[in-house]
């Protein structure tokens, strides 16, 4: 085995022992590896191991690895800010926009998006804890984006992402993703149908899955540390 494969083996066992001290299945949470800033060799080998999905947050790198690994069956997500002169990339070469936080970028997505593929996956980006370095829309606006971004023609409302501050400890970080967790309840409950809660990555994967994350965005405990 190599690093990578030995990494994503133990990564997966972590989910799979939250899952279970949680009273959830372990496939109730997907693996999302976050491959930014390593090469296409570094995603090939998570291939290998069995690791389908990939998340990128700078777009021209991730559009290179994209179109050097088209051979490959790879689902693609931008987990990155998207500014409006980068919309056209990210809506012909991903499969998901986990950072949707504004419906002008929304609505370019959708109209950009090649008539020829799926539409494109998106999470609305949820500033859940309020922090100032943050980006997302505050949880009060949330519904209103939501059906917005919903009845967009060439887009799939898939859910929420959020990215908190560090927490003190498990209960602390538990405290922030229940918020997130809350609210997509509420968004269901107001029949929008979501079913991804993103939220969870290397340090906080356990407190994410316990608060009800049904994908945890994962890098350096795969990858390892980056330059």
Partial sequence: MTTIQTRISAVRERIATACQQAGRSPDAVALLAVSKTFDADAVAAAHTA???AFGENYIQEAVDKITRLRHLPLVWHCIGPVQ?????L???HFDWVQTVDRLK???RLSDQRPVQLAPLQVCIQVNVDGGPTKSGVVPGQ???LARAVAALPHLRLRGLMC???PAADFAAACAVFKRASALFDALNQAGLGL?????GMSADLESAVASGSTMVRVGSAIFGRRN
């Fill in 105 to 107: 970028i929304a609505q």
């Fill in 195 to 199: 079913d991804t809660l993103s939220m």
């Fill in 142 to 144: 949330t519904l209103e």
């Fill in 163 to 165: 990215i908190p501050e």
């Fill in 50 to 52: 069995g690791q389908i």
């Fill in 84 to 88: 409006s002169n980068k919309t056209r």
């Fill in 90 to 92: 990210v809506a012909a």
